[in-house]
């Protein structure tokens, strides 16, 4: 699984706070710490299991005895995916140094055999009991046919064969449900780190006195116990959708779901144009069994025809009226049927057998209709639209579904918007209660997630959607990065990695200062003390080359021959090898970059220019513009946008979110831009303009962007920038001259920077065409 910049940042800098801690730990008593605390918060969609897998994995690597982690989830379809994933699935490689196994399956074997680490997944219904000793808790029980003490009791004490105590590191995937009950008993267990996920820091009382401690003599600031992750990275990544369209509608429901199925289409002609892998899916969230506009339960003893129930009722909608296959239709809620009238056999119900969630995950579904049961726990990137029925539209609901529906497919936005948005149907009865959602909504993401748009739109009747369509058919030539001439030189730089032996002087380092509590002595004299250990745990060349590589440039790694035996060997982190492996990977960054190019290549799929969302009241309209007209533009923008109408060329705004894009190389991560204006300047030419182009003139990632080679015929792009005032350039630096007025068009004149100073927009604007 490869990590993204933002995500190994935030792992790293989790393992780094925890071995600088270990370092100095506080003590309860002599034999007891203080558990170091981390909370990560991040966006829905972000990756934080497998930031949290990989944080637990850099701590291994560093510490001087194998641990024990216990990985906790509040509900069993979480705990489900967080095993599978963990054990055999995409995370897997993350954790190639631990065991992972069911906390019940853990034998007293498991933890006395310190050659591996030892991850158990369970959720916290397994030990959430206060009076163990009374229980029924299994965890809590002495099991007889494996050992004489309990699984908590093995946990607490956790020595290796050696009477070396492991350490032990609690993870919980979900912070904001740590309940305090939950949290005393984790503490009984004396863990050495406690590393939550939640957007929101909220800490139990049980906790205070941890935080205290560690505030008063650790001298930590409320930053120190959160690794928090901006939204815009997440975004920019492409691992959520750019935005979320909200529709209200105080009409039938057959209306609502007959737009989001109009949507639907759109979106499954824009993923076959585009010849991408996946399909489109939508979710209907409503109640189950009751009929529509009550609370008393519907009579299920009633043929199919004449129920009311509502996931029956959408069911049949979507069928008889939209034509959906049933195959492709899912049921997964509690929906009672009596025996004489069952439901017709394609009708596919998931309502609460055992192999349930299983069974429904192996289905190629489509349309997805359930209550809240299935809420915690799925998501699906393919997901883009969303019903959300009357009675379970609270703004709480509505915030805590869209987090189902903000993944996005393939972890990349593409040139169809609709393919980047999350679309919501929210039906219902008053319109307050719309205006509530839409107020809680926006105020969460202005809090959680200010990158992604939010655009909201109210009918009474239908069809009062807030979008303008592409008036003319326009496409743009996709741009990309070539690096065909960076593989030789990263070829060279991979050979002179030697092929190290395991254990030898090359791969063995010095141990960190974290010591371990070891029983010096047996019986009556057997006493526990805190020594050193010589050495940290091993990882393979591979795991530290990779990181590395991540760091500075993962695209860089595709070039790479990581499968070579030369990075199987095992090596200590602080290594003479290891630090040669990471000196290697900053190379392979560095010629990456170096000779790679951007290119434009007609011949591919073209970005078309799509329908754009628009906010009524502030639509400004214009003559020339592929669309009716635009909203949302600041002063600059608008100014600009007035000049290039007077052109008379065929443009349109190109927007921040969800619009065209070209990609910059950088020595951090390819990053992207969007240019503010596409204009057609002729059949052949399409103009690519940037208004602030101001960050992008002083560096080398965006220099490159004045010529784009075409690699083959076709329309060819051009890119210009554009900055506010007049502007000069010395020894090649460009600055901004004090107290002129108008605009500057850079290009490059004998491969050098060159300002072309215009009194006003207008003048700018043909400046950008020529």
Known sequence: MELLPFQLAASTQIADRFHEYMEDPLTITRTRIVPFYQNLSSITGSGKTLILADAVEQIRSRLPIEPIVLWLSKGRVVVWQTFNNLASGKYTDLVGGFDVKPLLDCKPTDVEDSSRGLMLVSTVGKFNQKDKEQGDRKIFQVGLDAADKSLWEMLKGRKDARGVRRNFIIVYDEGHNLSNQQTNLLMELQPDALIAASATLRIPPALEKVIERLKQDKDWREGDFVTSVKSSKVVLSGLVKKQIMLC???????IAINELIADYKRAETAVNRLGLDFSPKAIYVTNTNVADGTSVKEDAARPFKDRLARPILIWRHLVESAGID???????????FDSKFPPPPNFNLFSGGDSDYSDFMAGDFRHIIFNLSLQEGWDDPACGFGYIDKDMGSPDQVTQIIGRVLRQPGAEHYPAAILNTAHFYIRTDEKGVFDSIITDVRQKLTSDAPDISLIVSKSTHGGDRPTRPALKHREVPIVSINSRDAKDPIEAILKLIPNYKGNSEDTVGTGGRIQVLQTIGKDADAKEEWVDFEHSNRVTARWIFLRELQKRHRKAAHLCDIEHPKFDVFVEYNSPAATLIREQANKVADAYIEHSVVVQNALDDPYVVDS?????????????????????MNDLEKTFAVALDKTKKIWCRNLSQGGYEIPLLDRGSTRTFNPDFLVWADAKHVVAIDTKGDHLIVEDAGRKLFHIDAVSPGTVLS???????????SNGMPSKLKGKSGFTVWNLKQGKLHPNPCADAGSAAKACLL
């Open 248 to 254: 209200g509608y105080l009409t039938p429901m057959e």
């Open 612 to 632: 754009v969302f628009v906010d009524e009241a502030k639509l400004v309209k214009f003559s020339y513009a592929l669309h009716e007209g635009y909203s949302g």
């Open 326 to 336: 049933p195959s492709k239709i899912a049921v997964y809620c509690d929906l009672k």
């Open 719 to 729: 890119v210009r920038l554009v900055t506010e005032g007049h502007w000069t350039v």
